[in-house]
């Protein structure tokens, strides 16, 4: 049974960092286009960022210049860099694995929360 499993999320300071890992079980990273969700409440889930097997990366604008992926298809693991974070950031951060070839196959992480206060 695939499993995507992240962490990382805490509370952070506005202006702070977080580093999120997902890492992923009976599953082959390198045939998926992996890619960070978040889900604030009451607003549809967003697309954060992906990237590719080929390293290729996509950011939504608000994150982008603060926010990086990046991943390690040996440890089965995507990352998401986040520095500068801002109140808005607040959310549910979900990992996803899209297989690059065959439609259909998606894999989602349970989620784990990022929160920006002072």
């Known amino acids: 049974q695939v499993q995507l499993v992240e962490s990382g999320g805490d509370l952070a300071q506005p202006g702070g960092s977080l580093r999120l890992s997902c890492v992923g079980s009976?599953?082959?990273?390198?045939?998926?286009?992996l890619g960070w969700y978040r889900q604030a409440p009451g607003i549809q889930r967003e697309l954060v960022a992906s990237?590719?097997?080929?390293?290729?990366?996509n950011y939504e604008d608000s994150v982008k210049g603060r926010f990086t992926i990046s991943r390690d298809n040996a440890k089965n693991t995507v990352y998401l860099q986040m520095n500068n974070l801002k109140p808005e950031d607040t959310a549910v951060y979900y990992c996803?694995?899209?297989?690059?070839?065959?439609?259909?196959?998606?894999?989602w992480g349970q989620g784990t929360q990022v929160t920006v206060s002072s």
């Open positions: 996803n694995a899209k297989h690059r070839e065959i439609t259909g196959y998606t894999y």
């Open positions: 009976q599953i082959l990273f390198e045939r998926y286009t």
């Open positions: 990237i590719t097997n080929d390293a290729m990366t």
